[in-house]
């Protein structure tokens, strides 16, 4: 199929100036956008929703105001404030970047600069130059990827399909109209696909593009981008521990820096297997010989595999080491997901258990 002639950029910033979403990192129509806000935004927004960052964005910006106190703040302080964002591995380069830029005195500039701090790769990169910076980079991601297969009827799938769509992308910011305003064409496309070319039920007749859209003249846009079958998700098996004392302290330990959850706290417990964990062996890992009641289990979806951690329940006289969190707590430390997924399984049966041990010590 011949390709189209490319949409005219002013159509969609007319549509843009109209219609932007108001996201509480984007500057106002005319003013200066903030670096600082522009990298924090595009960290968290990766791989989750803009629904999931909105809530979370003021707090951490009311914690970490600066780049420079982002910067200054101990790895435990960011964790805490990160929780519940997934994807950890974020946390530690945002952590990482802010020290880089801070020493440096500011952002570089250009996505070749940009590119060079720890967690920014390309597509972010160029979001920011773009965004931030006035570079006239086009970023691509999820969004723009449905929306310039859709212009173009590119039929081949997803993930092989990237590369050609990321030079129709540029193509796309080639026009002069995109390369006055590179940061507000970049956030219409966002906003284009994120509230009009949908991933289902595109609404094509509010579209500004789409008397250029191929796929619509084909009456195949909601069809595409077409994607690759996917494999069967790979299957983990855990046990995790709640330990708590006669205090109500709750025992939790701190994963190493590096690999999935890195730095994050976590309930002591087994290494994540393809097999399930036998009762005996298991309780090789518990982190004090004692009794250890069932607390079922919890599920949890990584990017690359599903996880089933089971969760035991016991009790101790005293917790001695130094990370042992009050009951009332432990949901507000700072727990990944996953984590605070168990603890809560933990706390539904230690009410239940705390009976039978006042009764045993009575």
Not at 29 to 39: E, F, I, Q, S
Not at 64 to 77: D, G, R, S
Not at 136 to 160: C, S, T
Not at 214 to 243: I, M
């Amino acid at each position: 199929m011949r390709e189209p002639s490319t949409p005219p950029a002013e159509s969609l910033l007319a549509w843009y100036d109209r219609h932007r979403r108001d996201l509480p990192w984007r500057a106002p129509p005319g003013a200066r956008p903030d670096p600082y806000r522009v990298w924090l935004s595009e960290i968290m927004l990766q791989q989750t929703t803009v629904a999931a960052v909105a809530p979370r964005f003021a707090a951490f910006l009311a914690r970490f105001p600066t780049v420079e106190a982002l910067a200054a703040a101990p790895w435990e302080e960011v964790a805490r404030a990160w929780a519940g964002l997934g994807y950890y591995a974020r946390a530690r380069n945002l952590h990482a970047a802010a020290k880089v830029v801070a020493e440096q005195g500011r952002f570089p500039e250009d996505a070749a600069g940009l590119r060079a701090l720890p967690g920014v790769g390309d597509y972010t990169a160029s979001a920011i130059a773009a965004i931030a910076f006035g570079r006239p980079e086009v970023p691509v991601d999820g969004n723009v990827e449905r929306v310039v297969a859709r212009l173009f009827a590119v039929e081949e799938p997803l993930p092989g399909a990237k590369p050609r769509l990321r030079a129709l992308a540029r193509r796309l910011g080639e026009e002069e109209a995109a390369k006055a305003r590179p940061g507000d064409f970049a956030q219409a496309l966002f906003d284009l696909g994120a509230t009009v070319c949908t991933p289902r039920r595109p609404a094509c007749t509010l579209c500004p593009c789409r008397v250029s859209c191929a796929g619509h003249r084909a009456g195949v846009a909601e069809s595409l981008p077409r994607k690759a079958e996917k494999g069967l998700r790979p299957q983990r098996f855990g046990v995790v521990f709640w330990l708590e004392d006669a205090a109500g302290r709750v025992l939790l330990r701190r994963r190493p820096p590096a690999g999935l959850l890195g730095g994050m706290l976590e309930l002591p417990g087994t290494p994540w297997r393809e097999v399930r964990w036998g009762e005996a062996e298991a309780h090789e890992y518990a982190p004090a010989p004692v009794r250890w009641s069932n607390a079922g289990a919890v599920r949890h979806v990584f990017t690359h595999f599903a996880l089933d951690l089971a969760v035991r329940v016991g009790r101790v006289e005293r917790i001695g080491e130094a990370l042992a969190v009050p009951r009332d707590e432990v949901l507000g430390a700072g727990l990944p997901g996953v984590m605070a997924k168990a603890a809560k399984a933990a706390l539904s049966a230690a009410a239940v258990a705390e009976e039978a041990w006042v009764r045993a010590s009575a």
